[in-house]
């Protein structure tokens, strides 16, 4: 069984989880790569709603083994309430384990992150404020704490004290806040260390078991490919990668371990947060496709903008990932549109350009370039055969697919597991 990276391919929040749980039914393993608990992914299936921002979504199906990869910044008592959540409600997560390499969010990553913020003023970048830039930020600059170090408590201490010396000095004379307590600290990781003790492990040897049996693995991306902080809307970008070959770091595989990328993509646009959004719809459109979705961010409730679909974005997401299939999700909120746009060009400075600009500057200048298209207005969401979809929806597909240079497999028409269509098969 091959190794599927399964990957934002807009600004994050296209539906990956349903996508991970739909395909994780064939799986093994399924681990998340990146990201921290800013990510959010909300799963329906037989055991009701979910909303994850830590654990993997394969965690639903008994034989798959969830990892939180190496690549992920761990909240230890957020990861613990949303253990405890899935354990409430019946779901087991004895099958969860974090590689010992990912880093640690601590509280000082928390403060700071806040009043990096606020100091920015009207600059902001829209961060969930949750620590993960600063922790990885740490992370590079080798002053991070990793999961593995909960598990020696005299290293941890003699690590946590020379750090929060320096971030006391950060917090007291440049931000003018009162200086965080070792002891407080050292003491609340100990007790985050006992409690996922069990679920440490050195995780690469659990994916090299799993390929050596050909068993099938998942990797789970977090926020989308246009949130890279190289290939993204820097600076209003994400802190690790989340294309598919930061799927590689993220989980410990070598790059050729990889045999398929699937993107996914929403059937319109949406953003979370300050960033150039080129096909924002800032009308009564953008309204109705926001309620009718219910585009709010699963962490942070934030309403998300909303845009037509945007296929020089797309191709360049497609390009950079090396997608070999793609899924469309929330087809079935056009429904009742009665004309719907492509984004196939952007006007900049009075030229016509067919490629997403690297500098954010000249990607806010950047106005969209249309191709419009018949609706369908009818329903879609019982529909499950692609052939009975309306022909002008299945002619809204096909020209995406045509756009994004990519086959689709899979296409989304509602929340739940069944509504889906299943176009071409993946593996």
């Not at 996922?196 to 693995?217: F, G, N, S, W, Y």
């Amino acid at each position: 069984m091959p190794v599927i990276a399964i990957i934002g391919a807009q600004w994050g929040d296209e539906g990956k989880g349903k996508v991970v749980d739909l395909l994780a039914e064939r799986a093994r393993v399924v681990v998340r790569f990146s990201g921290g608990d800013n990510a959010g992914h909300t799963v329906v299936n037989p055991y009701g709603e979910f909303r994850l921002h830590l654990i993997p979504s394969g965690i639903f199906y008994p034989q798959v083994v969830c990892i939180i990869g190496n690549g992920v910044v761990v909240n230890p008592k957020v990861l613990i309430d949303e253990m405890a959540q899935l354990n409430q409600r019946g779901i087991d997560t004895s099958r969860l384990f974090i590689s010992d390499r990912a880093n640690l969010i601590m509280p000082y990553h928390v403060l700071l992150d806040g009043l990096e913020e606020e100091l920015r003023g009207g600059k902001a970048l829209g961060t969930t404020r949750k620590g993960i830039g600063p922790a990885f930020a740490d992370k590079t600059a080798r002053l991070g704490i990793r999961v593995g170090d909960l598990l020696d408590k005299e290293a941890l201490v003699e690590r946590l004290r020379f750090i929060l010396d320096y971030k006391n000095v950060i917090l007291t004379k440049v931000y003018g806040v009162s200086p965080l307590s070792l002891d407080e600290i050292y003491s609340q990781y100990c007790q985050y260390g006992e409690r996922l003790a069990p679920h440490i492990r050195e995780t690469t040897i659990m994916l090299e078991e799993a390929l050596a049996k050909d068993e099938l693995v998942i990797l789970e991306g977090a926020q989308g490919t246009l949130l890279d902080p190289d290939f993204g809307t820097y600076p209003y970008t994400t802190s690790s990668s989340p294309l598919a070959g930061g799927g590689c770091l993220g989980a410990g595989l070598g790059p050729t371990g990889i045999s398929r990328v699937l993107g996914v993509f929403k059937a319109y646009c949406t953003r979370v947060g300050s960033g150039p959004l080129p096909t924002e719809l800032k009308d009564e459109t953008g309204n109705l496709i926001r309620e009718r979705a219910h585009e709010y961010g699963t962490t942070t409730g934030r309403p998300r903008r909303c845009g037509w679909f945007d296929a020089v974005a797309a191709r360049f997401s497609t390009r950079i990932n090396g997608f070999t299939g793609a899924a469309i999700t929330r087809l079935d909120v056009l429904d009742t549109l009665p004309r719907l746009k492509i984004c196939v060009g952007y006007k900049l400075d009075g030229k016509t350009i067919d490629y997403f600009p690297g500098n954010v500057a000249s990607l806010e200048r950047c106005q969209p370039v249309y191709e419009e298209l018949p609706g369908w207005q009818s329903p879609t969401s019982d529909i499950r055969d692609y052939e009975q979809l309306p022909i002008d929806a299945q002619q809204y597909v096909a020209r995406l697919e045509e756009l994004i240079s990519c086959p689709v497999n899979i296409i989304s028409v509602g929340a739940e597991r069944e509504q889906t269509i299943h176009k071409m098969p993946i593996f």
